[in-house]
């Protein structure tokens, strides 16, 4: 939204079913963690949740899950938004967006378990009772600042193309079209 790359008016929408989707997701990964002999107990195995000091993997605070929510969330963000520019190759999006969130998970899977995605923290939190929900703020806000301050940069290094109506491209590709026609 930041980088106007999403209509203001339809991020809500988004941003909800993103949240709905994740716990849809949980709910699944949660049904099919219940199939194992002995049982599974989402509170206290974790469930995949993010977490700092005794909930993070390798026992990192609070400040180093903030400090890696953001720059992380701000790398994906920044790449994304590079990746999907007019100005990019057509169809290798996937490809740095990929790498570099393959490089964030293993930079920060023992942080804090990754988040750099609000609603990939709700859906599973949600599950894993009050321990995951209260630490669920960070997991929340970090990445949302994250992916502002990579708005922020993006917008601040990218020289914006010259946008055309459609009208316009029409109207350049039909007289193309004449024109090699002609020659």
């Given at each position: 939204?930041?980088?106007?790359?999403?209509?203001?008016?339809?991020?809500?929408?988004?941003?909800?079913?993103?949240?709905?989707?994740?716990?849809?997701?949980?709910?699944?990964?949660?049904?099919?963690?219940?199939?194992?002999?002995?049982?599974?107990?989402?509170?206290?195995?974790?469930?995949?949740?993010?977490?700092?000091?005794?909930?993070?993997?390798?026992?990192?605070?609070?400040?180093?899950?903030?400090?890696?929510?953001?720059?992380?969330?701000?790398?994906?963000?920044?790449?994304?938004?590079?990746?999907?520019?007019?100005?990019?190759?057509?169809?290798?999006?996937?490809?740095?967006?990929?790498?570099?969130?393959?490089?964030?998970?293993?930079?920060?899977?023992?942080?804090?378990?990754?988040?750099?995605?609000?609603?990939?923290?709700?859906?599973?939190?949600?599950?894993?009772?009050?321990?995951?929900?209260?630490?669920?703020?960070?997991?929340?806000?970090?990445?949302l600042i994250g992916g502002a301050l990579g708005?922020?940069?993006?917008?601040?290094?990218?020289?914006?193309?010259?946008?055309?109506?459609?009208?316009?491209?029409?109207?350049?590709?039909?007289?193309?079209?004449?024109?090699?026609?002609?020659?």
């Open positions: 939204m930041i980088a106007r790359e999403l209509d203001r008016r339809l991020a809500v929408g988004y941003w909800v079913a993103q949240v709905i989707g994740a716990i849809v997701a949980a709910a699944v990964l949660l049904l099919v963690a219940e199939g194992i002999a002995g049982g599974y107990d989402p509170v206290a195995a974790g469930f995949g949740t993010n977490g700092y000091d005794e909930r993070s993997p390798l026992h990192y605070g609070l400040l180093s899950a903030i400090v890696a929510e953001i720059v992380l969330t701000a790398i994906l963000v920044l790449t994304v938004l590079g990746s999907t520019d007019v100005a990019a190759p057509v169809g290798f999006a996937g490809v740095p967006i990929g790498v570099v969130l393959v490089l964030i998970h293993l930079v920060c899977i023992p942080i804090d378990g990754t988040s750099v995605n609000p609603a990939r923290s709700i859906g599973p939190a949600l599950f894993a009772g009050s321990p995951a929900i209260a630490q669920l703020w960070v997991f929340i806000i970090m990445p708005a922020v940069v993006y917008l601040a290094i990218h020289a914006p193309e010259a946008v055309i109506s459609v009208q316009e491209a029409e109207a350049a590709l039909t007289s193309e079209q004449e024109e090699r026609q002609i020659s």
